[in-house]
Every structure is written in C-alpha cells, then in structure tokens.
C-alpha cells in the first residue's frame, strides 16, 4: 500500500499562490492516476484534479480550471498542484489520493488518501 505525504500549505492573502506537493512511497505510483481533493469545514470532500498515469490525460473542477496546475514526476515518485489566483472559497484541507487505474475520471474513487495539508486563503 502505498503512503502519501502532503506539504506546502499554508496561510495566503487572495490573488496569491501556492504549490503543494505529494510524496509517495512504500510503492511506486507510475502506475496509478493520481488526485488531488479538499474538503472545506462544513461541507463533503470535492474532487479538485486527477491526472493520468504517465499525464497525458487531465481533468479539473470547474471552480479551479484556470488556476490550478495538476504535474507529477513519476521519477520523483511525487504529484504537485500549483495553485495561482486563490480566493477564500478556496479554503480547505487538500488531500493527495492515488487510484487503482492509471486512469482516473473525476466520478472515480480513489484507493489511497494522504493526511491532509490546510489551505487558507485570506481575504
């Protein structure tokens, strides 16, 4: 099983950025599509961004298509979300997930969560 590890959040006023990062180990996920998912206080998690095992297939959410960034480095064993123009309905816990096909629609679930990095975006 595979051990995902989140980091880069952090506290950013609106209009700013932020990259987080997803370290695996345990296994290598060159295999496996992987995602990215929040969840705000209050409310379910939501799909945020998939991508594809060797990232030629990506899918986003609307409110984040534009801004948000999906890259993985499957040398590095790592997925990354670049997160540009960020308001405070961004706000949320960003969890990393891996899939167990090396494809992933944003209706899939996956087999696999990190713990978590908060995201908070200020007004």
């Known amino acids: 099983q595979v051990q995902l590890l989140e980091s880069g959040g952090g506290l950013v006023q609106t209009g700013g950025s932020l990259r987080l990062s997803c370290a695996a180990s345990g296994r290598s996920i060159s295999d496996s599509a992987m995602g990215w998912f929040r969840q705000a206080p209050g409310q379910e998690r939501e799909f945020v961004a998939a991508?594809?095992?060797?990232?030629?297939?990506?899918y986003y959410a609307a409110s984040v298509k534009g801004r948000f960034t999906i890259a993985r480095d499957n040398a590095k064993n790592t997925v990354s979300l670049q997160m540009n123009s960020l308001n405070p309905e961004d706000t949320a816990v960003y969890y990393c997930a891996s899939y167990p096909h090396n494809l992933a629609l944003p209706t899939h679930t996956p087999d696999n969560w990190g713990q978590g990095t908060q995201v908070t975006v200020s007004s």
């Open positions: 991508i594809s095992w060797r990232g030629g297939t990506i």
